[in-house]
């Protein structure tokens, strides 16, 4: 007979969690806002930290990792222990990891908008913090495993299986994608280059949406979806099918990113492929969850926590069948660099994410103080805000991605391109751009309102801090009879399920990455193309900076309005030297890969000072510290050192002489500024004449050169 | 440009036919053995967050 054991579950970890989500989604969302007026009214940019480059990745990086981030571990740390039938293994652990996550937040607070940035994609944060981030996923891990291995409960519910498999794909990915030489405290340069930088990230980019904002939640989706609507999942089958078929199909789909660019044709196929096949388990798990309220419909409409879920994976299934669809290439030809992508991920984050987080708040509050929610009706308010808010958003949204794709690619009956000036399709999404921060400033409203609910509802209440439940000691050595479930074997080990999982998803990323990075035919050199100059590579660690990427791509796909606009396509050996790739994946401004000797550098250095003075009605942030912050070259050895060990071949002692090779090239451009009828004195010492040697050498490496 | 790409890994074709030969036999051994899972076993893990 087994011994009835009486323990009690961690609360106040559980609070402090949803607290910290609540609080970091609210300044998150703030941030979007923000960044959302600043295209709009380009005054709203303060240089220098206060620009849209570098408040966006300010923004991605608080919703997805500060306010998801902090969810998935309030769910994590409500369910598992209830699942498990245990307290968190260690209280200690688990204090630090709540400590240390915030510390990563603040840390990420600060750095972004200093310019501190890797400049990939949700993964701009500085080699320190990695590193701090590396810290805490382990505490975490041990934290959850420790619980896991003293369980008192035999088996593992699914919502387990998705927790474990985003615990090691986060490490798998974080870690891979954070490899880097570290040139000083704060900059550092990626262990791959271009094509293969631009694999990897995306393999990362695409995973991090898949395992951070999808897998989690999903495991918070099995759980609370049923403990909400008081009923069994619809199908436990059904869940298994779709864990395994989740993560299996979602590691292969990153080069959807990357459909058109100079990826070996091989690898975006096998990404399409991948991307549409996703389409089955995604949508198996959607239909799971709605199914689940069988029979319950009749209460979605009395109550918010269930109304909240419902959109939450009515979201879910819009955005995975989207995203599949946006995988093939014909749609992706339209889609990409346009704002239809960004209306995607808002569905994603604002209803998915948002709604689920929103909906087990308002679950668990009253339960954690023992008292009823302090407004229905509040909360009734809050969601209908919250969907206009996400209608009022995602809408304007893709009216401007289509408005963009259909006046870049329209040509006029004499063949050239009917929209030659760029900016005349940037001032013809205006109006969505304004429509779009109504939406976004009613979804941050409703959450305003959710929070004082929650507060009126623990001022009414009584916290509980530990909760007393009992359970009997789990059998240590069940005999495993023949016949048994395989599956019934693989989730009474945990252990067993973390390898399965592991191998699962590194099947994948060693397909596609590893003969990208061993092969070299996969990225034929071109004989033309050098490394950088030492003031180029200066000038362009100051793009990276200033978050220029986030408007401006560095990728011309073979497109004909694409080279009519732009120029020659990209080739992959194009960007051999280029750590990290900038191709970016969004075009709020031009395409900039051929921008090496369009304009004179008078015209640079006028744009920088005040884009509207070059071209009216641009919404350019204008950059006058470019003009006036001194030059500081004194890294350069230390890079060019970096540089060469990963195999850029800049010659034995050239570090010795680099700072004074800029300063020649910077002498140059100040001779050719004032020839210009540029008289800046000192101008030679200033940062606009790095960003000016960069700007002019991108793409010219592949230009036929003008006999002399 | 794509054919070259194409050519230039030896049996390229080899990748995607195994790659989805992989996810073939691994989808249907999930799916034939979770449909032969016993029911009891079914209903006591669905009903999990249930019963805390």
Known sequence: ?708 | MYKYLLESVDGIQCFGIGTFLLFFITFCVVTIRTFIFKKEDMDHMANMPLED
């Open chain 1, 1 to 708: 007979m087994n011994n009835i054991q009486q323990f009690q579950y961690d609360n106040k970890i559980t609070r402090a969690f949803g607290m910290a989500s609540f609080i970091w989604g609210m300044v998150g969302m703030l941030v979007g806002i923000i960044i959302a007026l600043q295209l709009v009214y380009p005054v709203l940019n303060y240089g220098p930290w206060f620009t849209f480059g570098r408040l966006r990745p300010l923004h991605t990086n608080a919703v997805v990792f500060a306010f998801v981030g902090n969810g998935i571990f309030m769910g994590i740390y409500y369910s598992l222990q209830r699942l498990l039938k245990a307290r968190m293994w260690s209280d200690k652990l688990s204090w630090i990891h709540f400590w240390g996550w915030q510390a990563v937040i603040l840390c990420a607070a600060y750095t972004l908008p200093m310019g501190m940035t890797t400049s990939a994609e949700y993964g701009e944060l500085i080699w320190p913090i990695d590193v701090l981030i590396t810290l805490v996923w382990v505490i975490f891990g041990v934290n959850m495993f420790g619980t896991i291995l003293t369980r008192r409960e035999s088996h593992l519910y699914v919502a387990i299986w998705f927790y474990i498999a985003t615990w090691v794909t986060v490490a798998v990915l974080h870690i891979v994608r954070s490899i880097e030489i570290p040139v000083s405290f704060t900059e550092s340069y990626p262990l791959f280059t271009g094509v293969q930088d631009a694999l990897v990230q995306w393999w990362y980019g695409h995973n991090a949406v898949a395992f951070f904002l999808t897998t989690p939640y999903l495991g918070m989706m099995y759980y609370f979806l049923p403990k909400a609507a008081n009923r069994p999942v619809y199908s436990y089958k059904l869940s298994i099918i779709h864990f395994w078929a989740l993560i299996f199909i979602y590691i292969w789909a990153g080069p959807h990113h990357l459909l058109y660019t100079s990826l070996p044709d091989w690898v975006q196929s096998l990404g399409t492929v991948f991307s549409i096949m996703l389409i089955a388990p995604s949508w198996g798990g959607m239909l799971n969850g709605l199914l689940t309220l069988r029979g319950a419909w009749d209460r979605v409409a009395s109550d918010p926590v269930l109304k909240f879920m419902v959109v939450a994976v009515i979201a879910y299934g819009m955005a995975t069948f989207e995203g599949p669809m946006l995988s093939i290439k014909s749609v992706n030809a339209i889609s990409h660099f346009t704002d239809w992508t960004i209306a995607h991920v808002h569905v994603g984050a604002l209803g998915w994410n948002g709604f689920l987080t929103f909906g087990v708040l308002y679950w668990l509050w009253p339960r954690m103080y023992r008292t009823t929610l302090y407004s229905t009706q509040l909360a009734n308010v809050h969601f209908w805000i919250g969907t206009l808010g996400i209608i009022f958003y995602a809408v304007p949204l893709y009216w401007a991605g289509w408005t963009q794709a259909l006046m870049w690619k329209e040509f006029t009956p004499e063949g050239t391109l009917a929209w030659g000036n760029f900016l005349d399709t940037v001032i013809q999404i205006m109006p969505m751009y304004m429509i779009r921060i109504v939406g976004g400033t009613l979804f941050f409203i409703g959450a305003v309102v959710g929070v004082y609910n929650l507060y009126k509802t623990a001022k009414q209440g009584q916290f509980m801090p530990n909760e007393n439940a009992e359970a009997p000691a789990r059998e240590r050595h069940i005999p495993v009879v023949v016949g048994d479930h395989w599956h019934r074997r693989i989730e009474g080990r945990p252990m067993q399920m973390l390898l399965f999982s592991t191998i699962m998803i590194a099947i994948g990323g060693i397909v596609q990455i590893v003969p990208m990075v061993f092969i070299d035919s996969q990225v034929p050199k071109i004989s033309t193309v050098k490394p950088y100059t030492p003031l180029e590579l200066a000038g362009r660690d100051l793009y990276i900076k200033e978050g220029c990427v986030g408007c401006h791509s560095q990728q011309i796909r073979p497109f004909r309005d694409e080279t009519e606009r732009y120029g020659e396509y990209s080739k992959s050996g194009e960007y051999i030297y280029d750590r990290p790739f900038l191709w970016g994946s969004k075009r709020t401004g031009p395409d900039l890969w051929r921008e090496g000797g369009k304009y004179p550098d008078s015209w640079h250095y006028n744009h920088m000072w005040d884009p509207t003075a070059m071209s009216p009605g641009s919404i350019m942030p204008a950059y006058p510290h470019l003009l006036e912050e001194p030059l500081d070259l004194r890294d350069l050895p230390a890079k060019i050192r970096a540089l060469r060990k990963l195999g850029t071949p800049y010659p034995e002692g050239f570090e010795k002489i680099a700072i004074n090779d800029a300063n020649i090239q910077a002498q140059k451009i100040a001779l050719s500024l004032a020839e210009q009828g540029v008289k800046d004195k000192g101008i030679e010492s200033k940062e606009i004449v790095a960003i000016i040697a960069y700007l002019q050498r991108l793409g010219t490496d592949i230009k036929v050169q003008k006999k002399q």
